[in-house]
C-alpha cells in the first residue's frame, strides 16, 4: 500500500510569488491535514479537509489556503511568500475524520529567498 | 486550546542505557495521545498512541508509554537503546475525531542522541 505522498520535495521561491504543494493520501483516506514544522514555532496546524470541506483551520494568514479534490487529494498554496513561510510542510492522510490513524508524508522544504 | 510540553529538549544517552523522554499535557477533558519520530529531512512516524483501555502502551521498536490522567502526563520510554533511535521525538494531543477535535497539537520536541 503506497504511503502519503507529497510533491514536490524542496522548492526555492523568491518573496513575493506564490507556491503550490501536493498531497496525495494512503489510498481509501479522505481526511488530509496540513501542517507547518518551523525550528522556531515547532510543529502548527494550518488545516484540516475531510470529503472536500475544510474542517478545521489553524491560526494562520489567509494567505494560506488550501483545497481537496474528490479522489482526495489536497493542495496547499501560499500567496505573496515571505521569508518567514520557509518551513517543512508536512501532510498527513487518515482514514477516518481523525489523528489517531494519521500518516504522514515526507514533507516539502519550501525555501523563500 | 490544548498544550504539549515536553520538559527535555535535549537528550542525550549511551547506547543500551535506558531512557525516558518526558510529556505533559493540559487538558480538563479526554484526550488521544500520541508519541512520533522524525528522522532528519523525513516526516513524522506514529510510535504509539493512547486512546483508551490500559494506561501502558506498548509501540514499534522497543518503546512504551504510560498514560497517567492524574499527573497529566504520557512519558515515553525505552529499556535500551540503540543509535538507531537518535532522532527527534514529538508527543502530540488531540481532543478527538472529527470536526474541530480531530487537530493535534505537538510539543516543541525532544532531541534523543544515543552515544556508542
Known amino acids: 500500500k503506497a504511503g502519503v505522498t507529497q510533491t514536490p520535495r524542496y522548492l526555492i521561491k523568491t518573496r513575493g510569488q506564490q507556491v503550490t504543494l501536493s498531497c496525495s493520501p494512503i489510498s481509501g483516506h479522505r481526511s488530509v491535514s496540513w501542517y507547518q514544522q518551523t525550528p522556531g514555532q515547532g510543529l502548527q496546524f494550518l488545516f484540516e479537509y475531510f470529503s472536500e470541506t475544510q474542517r478545521n483551520k489553524g491560526n494562520f494568514p489567509g494567505r494560506f489556503s488550501g483545497r481537496q479534490f474528490s479522489n482526495s487529494r489536497s493542495e496547499m498554496n501560499v500567496s505573496t511568500l515571505e521569508l518567514g513561510d520557509s518551513a517543512l510542510y508536512l501532510c498527513?492522510?487518515?482514514?477516518?475524520?481523525?489523528?489517531?490513524?494519521?500518516?504522514f508524508g515526507q514533507g516539502t522544504r519550501l525555501t523563500v529567498v | 486550546a490544548q498544550s504539549v510540553t515536553q520538559l527535555d529538549s535535549q537528550v542525550p544517552v549511551f547506547e543500551e542505557a535506558p531512557v525516558e523522554l518526558r510529556c505533559n499535557y493540559s487538558s480538563s477533558v479526554s484526550v488521544y495521545l500520541f508519541w512520533y519520530v522524525q528522522y532528519p529531512n523525513q516526516g513524522l512516524q506514529l510510535l504509539l498512541k493512547?486512546?483508551?483501555?490500559?494506561?501502558l502502551v506498548k509501540g514499534i521498536n522497543g518503546f512504551e508509554a504510560e498514560f497517567n490522567k492524574s499527573q497529566t502526563s504520557f512519558h515515553l520510554r525505552k529499556p535500551s537503546v540503540h543509535i538507531s533511535d537518535t532522532a527527534e521525538y514529538f508527543c502530540?494531543?488531540?481532543?478527538?475525531?472529527?470536526?474541530?477535535?480531530?487537530?493535534?497539537?505537538f510539543g516543541r520536541g525532544t532531541q534523543l542522541t544515543v552515544w556508542p
Open positions: 498527513a492522510s487518515s482514514g477516518q475524520a481523525g489523528p489517531d490513524e494519521a500518516f
Open positions: 493512547y486512546l483508551s483501555g490500559s494506561t
Open positions: 502530540a494531543v488531540s481532543r478527538g475525531r472529527g470536526s474541530t477535535l480531530g487537530r493535534l497539537y
